[in-house]
């Protein structure tokens, strides 16, 4: 038994739905990567967790993996055409040595739905990436926050008509 100090459930929101959210593209950006060892501990994966920033699925988390180091060429090959397209959809066109380069950058996913198989429930699945519609093309030197336009700097557009610093 364990003492919750007079815990109450109507001082906390419900957990949400881990249901897969609907097939579609949405914007979103990667918020978190990290490298992995696979379970036959013979090659590494890197895993991307990436962030719904729009519409109605809002902070909802997707992940992929990609097979950067794998003794399967096919895997590998595949894991570097997906890493290559979201180093375009974000505007990273420069050699890549650390992976948070491509964090919190908008961009396109398109989501699809893997059916329940093998006692897993049904998840989502990310099967392509293109750049986010009012996201900037990145340039070298500039701040890296993804081309997003703060809030206040849209509050001051709307002020006096001016267009927002690039930061």
Not at 58 to 80: D, G, Y
Not at 98 to 117: C, F, G, M, Y
């Amino acid at each position: 038994m364990a003492n919750l100090g007079g815990f109450n459930p109507n001082n906390h929101e419900e957990e949400k739905s881990f249901e897969p959210i609907p097939e579609g593209k949405y914007v979103a950006m990667i918020t978190d990567s990290e490298m992995r060892q696979t379970k036959a501990m013979d090659g590494e994966y890197l895993k991307l967790t990436f962030e719904i920033i729009d519409g109605p699925y809002q902070s909802r988390l997707v992940w992929t993996n990609l097979n950067l180091r794998n003794k399967n060429p096919k895997a590998v090959e595949i894991a570097n055409r997906n890493l290559a397209s979201i180093c375009r959809a974000v505007h990273h066109l420069t050699p890549l040595d650390d992976s948070q380069a491509l964090h919190n950058k908008p961009l396109k996913i398109k989501v699809t739905i893997r059916e329940a198989q093998n006692g897993y429930d049904a998840s989502n699945e990310i099967k392509g990436y293109s750049p986010a519609a009012d996201a900037p093309p990145q340039v070298a030197g500039a701040p890296a926050n993804g081309g997003v336009t703060p809030p206040w700097a849209n509050q001051e557009q709307k002020k006096d008509g001016n267009k927002p610093l690039p930061f």
